[in-house]
């Protein structure tokens, strides 16, 4: 581990400062709870995008990020240089994954052969530093949404020549994918949707973008890159509608073409919230379709309505995301936490950008330490077992029974009174429930 990054590698300080900034409070990765290691539940992963390449703009400015590499000026000795520091910070960092598009870690050629030759000085860097460190890729995937020959989407193109280069490009991707040892494939499809639907042929290019997904796990299994493959779902932005709207229409859409066998799904929490969901919500539709398979971690601002990528530190948030990944068993078969999440532009330093990543893991390890003492109460599953427990005698068990029609529940139903229908319900003290949540926060998080 070298100097790059004027910072040490990140220590476990605990509680007794609360201020110190450049320490884990929560966070001990060989720290057991709820039967494993903090880092086993939780496989932290570094987005490159945002870490080593975002310079911090907004709508309205200029970059303000300072990084130790900023001196360097030539893009192939930059994209070369960045590997050596991205590695070390996430030594220094003690995180175990990273995630990358294609063209995060190298620059774009005139043509695809110059492109596929960049990115493979760099990938042949990746290698060597991955079998000095043993950091893993959590996923890769590509950049098939910020040229501007993708500005009416990709796979989902009305130009045939950018399918075909998309195509190819996916290819090589792959190939990458399997070199690294990629334990998921992702697909953001962030101009896959429409501006307007006067123009736009949706059942078409749905089609095209389907067969593009099968293309590519057919070629996956075809060189042995045994990946999990993941659709990220987004509701809009850039596009007015994404074809991969958020977690149940992205399901349908994969059921719909055969697709739901190969596939399961990376959600964000930015992104629901966008959608008009939790980020608890997301999950759940994921897992109870038997289809969750990774997270990135970031979350949005109420005030807000676009897709701001702030690292993730509500507290409220991380319990419930951890809740239902305690409930699952873990983040998918293969997956992890991908910070999907950037700095504030006001937050600029090198030193920033660990700060930044710390709040994020504690904020996520200390949602971990919640969660599970809720699971071993059983609070919420006693909650929902109460709550449904009348399906469980008498006609709530005539609801399973598939000799039951609709005459079975009015013949039972006729004639009773509303005075009756009114005492069978009961009050679900939900303003009780979520200051118990509260308070399961507080406490948990003061006996560690």
């Known amino acids: ?14 509680n007794e400062d609360v201020t110190q900034d450049l320490g884990f409070h929560y966070y001990q990765p060989d720290k057991v709870v709820a039967g494993k290691k903090m880092s ?18 907004d709508p309205f400015g200029s970059g303000t990020a300072i990084r130790p590499y900023d001196h360097i000026t030539d893009p192939m000795d930059l994209a070369l240089a960045k590997v050596e520091y991205a590695f070390e910070f996430y030594q220094k960092l003690g995180v175990e994954y990273f995630c990358f598009h294609d063209r995060d870690v190298a620059p ?6 110059e492109s596929n030759a960049n990115l493979d000085k760099v990938v042949d860097r990746i290698e060597e530093y991955q079998k000095d460190t043993g950091i893993k890729l959590l996923w890769n995937t590509c950049n098939l949404f910020n040229n501007p020959r993708f500005l009416a989407g990709a796979a989902s193109s009305p130009f045939a020549e950018i399918f075909s280069y998309s195509a190819a490009q996916l290819k090589h991707s792959l190939e990458v994918g399997k070199r690294l040892g990629a334990e998921n494939y992702v697909f953001w499809g962030g101009r896959e949707g ?33 990946a999990q493959f993941l659709i990220e779902p987004k509701p809009k932005e850039p596009t007015t509608h994404q074809y991969d709207f958020d977690a149940a229409t992205t399901i349908a859409f994969l059921q719909t073409y055969g697709l739901d066998k190969d596939f ?11 959608a008009g969901h939790t980020f608890q919500h997301e999950i759940r539709v994921a897992r109870d379709a038997g289809m ?79 969660a599970a003492k809720m699971h071993e109460d059983k609070y919420i599953e006693n909650l929902v077992a109460d709550r449904y427990s009348s399906f469980g005698e008498g006609i709530g068990k005539e609801v399973g029974n598939e000799k039951a029609t609709l005459a079975t529940f009015e013949e039972h139903s006729l004639d009773i009174p509303q005075s009756e229908l009114i005492a069978a319900t009961r009050s679900d003290h939900m303003e009780t429930v979520k200051v118990t949540i509260n308070n399961y926060i507080v406490n948990a998080l003061a006996s560690k």
């Open 292 to 370: 969750l398979g990774s997270i990135d971690a970031n979350q949005g601002d109420k005030l807000i309505g676009w897709d701001v990528d702030q690292f993730p530190v509500d507290l409220y948030e991380t319990t419930s995301v951890m809740w239902e990944v305690l409930a699952e068993g873990s983040i998918g078969p293969r997956g992890g936490l991908n910070f999907d999440s950037k700095p504030r532009r006001t937050s600029f330093t090198e030193e920033d950008l660990f700060r930044a990543h710390i709040a994020g893991m504690d904020a996520f390890a200390a949602g971990l330490i919640v």
């Open 1 to 14: 581990m070298g100097d790059l990054w004027n910072v040490e590698k990140i220590p476990f300080v605990g």
């Open 108 to 113: 774009e050629g005139d043509t695809l052969r």
């Open 264 to 274: 399961k799904l990376n959600l964000e929490g930015n992104h629901a919230n966008l």
């Open 194 to 226: 429409y501006e307007n639907l006067w123009n736009t042929d949706m059942k078409k290019e749905q089609e095209h973008l389907a067969r593009f997904f099968r293309m590519g796990k057919d070629y996956a299994n075809e060189i042995g890159f045994d």
């Open 40 to 57: 086993e539940w939780l496989r932290f992963a570094v987005a490159y995008w945002h870490s080593f390449d975002a310079r911090l703009v």
